[in-house]
């Protein structure tokens, strides 16, 4: 979910660009136009880096002057879970109303055996932290027998963003590669004909090419990449990556970084926020911690479109929740919506 600010942002614009030719539009939430939103409060709030729980809450935009001045319609009924019991399962997950229950079966440990081109098209693997990602990406990524071809994304510090030459000249290369940071691609690139990947960056919409895209590589040259779309409206079509300039503020690092590279990245296994709004066929979580912000159990259990395509993996030797696990969800986020 985006942050209030970005709703007041998006209204302040629209009221200065209408407001040139008709001055009441000035006083007009979104300068009088029709503004449709749309969201899930069950799902992830806005990321607020080391925020607490009420700063995490003060960022939806349950907390903005904007909501007092929208009509609203409740949607009830799922366009992605046509089973009515595992709809109504996940809308209590949503909102912390599920009993904890006990299964007779529900130690016994589920093992599947899957090809690489299985888990590419109808299988996701959903973890917490990207470090577990990686691991499970190298791993399936070692089981892809083609030749690999490493690519380096050449990094520097935007001058604009620093004070003076000797600030700039003071990061060594070596530290710049050595960044591995949320929404930054690796220093090293390894790819290989066969795998899946997943776009990073925005480069083409109409195409296809959006941020989230996942892509089977077909082709890897020296200074372009083929790969054939498996999510989205244009399934089967083969398009052409190329490397582009792409820059990052990061809260962890006191400058601009600039790299040129491929916006791909492997995706066997992505992140719980990552795959927010996608829908599997099947969706395999993997659990070393408990959750540990709102919503996130929830999308993750919602990905897929029935039961019998959820599987969770719960590390029992790290969570002291006897074959359970934690379900967080900030009950303040949902007041008065049902009198809506």
Not at 29 to 37: D, N, R
Not at 131 to 153: A, G, P, Q, V
Request: with cysteine; proline share 3%.
């Amino acid at each position: 979910m985006d942050h209030t600010f970005a709703f007041e942002a998006l209204d302040r614009t629209m009221r200065d660009l209408i407001g040139f030719k008709n001055s009441e539009a000035t006083s007009k939430i979104f300068g009088g136009k029709v503004v449709l939103l749309g969201g899930d409060f069950r799902q992830v709030l806005p990321i607020i880096p080391k925020g607490k729980r009420q700063d995490i809450v003060q960022a939806s935009i349950r907390r903005s002057y904007i909501w007092n001045e929208c009509k609203f319609h409740i949607l009830k009924k799922s366009m992605r879970v046509r089973n009515k019991m595992f709809n109504e399962w996940l809308f209590a997950m949503g909102k912390r109303k599920l009993e904890p229950k006990a299964e007779d079966d529900e130690t016994e440990a589920t093992h599947g055996v899957f090809e690489i081109e299985t888990i590419a098209n109808e299988i996701a693997i959903l973890t917490l932290l990207k470090e577990t990602t990686d691991l499970i990406n190298n791993y399936f990524m070692s089981r892809i027998h083609t030749e690999e071809k490493l690519y380096n994304k050449c990094n520097e510090v935007s001058t604009s963003s620093t004070e003076s030459e000797d600030q700039f000249t003071s990061y060594p290369m070596e530290y710049l590669n050595s960044l591995n940071l949320s929404g930054l691609p690796h220093h090293e690139l390894k790819l290989k004909v066969g795998m899946l990947v997943m776009l990073l960056r925005n480069i083409n919409p109409i195409h296809g090419l959006y941020n989230g895209t996942r892509l089977i590589i077909t082709h890897l040259g020296k200074f372009i990449v083929e790969g054939k779309i498996i999510t989205g409206s244009k399934i089967g079509n083969k398009v052409l990556i190329p490397r582009i300039v792409m820059t990052s503020m990061h809260s962890k690092i006191p400058f601009v970084l600039k790299w040129r590279k491929y916006p791909l990245r492997t995706c066997y296994a992505m992140t719980i926020n990552k795959s927010q709004w996608q829908s599997l066929k099947q969706v395999d979580i993997y659990l070393l911690q408990p959750v540990f912000s709102h919503g996130q159990l929830y999308v993750v259990a919602s990905r897929t479109t029935s039961p019998e395509g959820l599987k969770f993996y719960i590390d029992d030797k790290k969570q002291v929740y006897n074959g359970h696990t934690r379900n967080i969800v900030y009950k303040e986020v949902f007041s008065n919506l049902e009198n809506i």
